[in-house]
Nanobody
């Protein structure tokens, strides 16, 4: 059974930083592109970032480019998202997602934005 468990969210002041983690199990993590998706209160889902299976290619939404960094440790089956220079508009539930197939490149996953597994999310609240 595929499991994705996010952690690391919390309350932070504007300009602060957080590091989110996603522990993956139930599939061969190193073979799949992964992503972070967020949903702000009352809004739809926004794809924040994608990383390919090897970790060498990354993609970002314009809203977070230069502030967020996605990474992965395939030996630990863990996906990360470093959030810096946080803004009030970054307040959202952040979800870790898995691509549908090991054949998906990072570019494919960013283009299609179709996930076949989601975690339960971790809440990030940016407030003064």
């Amino acid at each position: 059974e595929v499991q994705l468990v996010e952690s690391g969210g919390g309350l932070v002041q504007p300009g602060g930083s957080l590091r989110l983690s996603c522990a993956a199990s139930g599939f061969t993590f190193r073979k799949y592109a992964m992503s972070w998706v967020r949903q702000a209160p009352g809004k739809g889902f926004e794809w924040v970032s994608v990383i390919n299976s090897a970790g060498g290619s990354t993609y970002y939404a314009d809203s977070v480019k230069g502030r967020f960094t996605i990474s992965r440790d395939n030996a630990k089956n863990t996906l990360y998202l470093q959030l810096n220079s946080l803004q009030i508009e970054d307040t959202a539930m952040y979800y870790c997602t898995k691509s549908p197939s090991g054949d998906y490149s990072g570019a494919d996953y960013w283009r299609t934005k179709k996930a076949d597994a989601w975690g339960r999310g971790t809440q990030v609240t940016v407030s003064s």
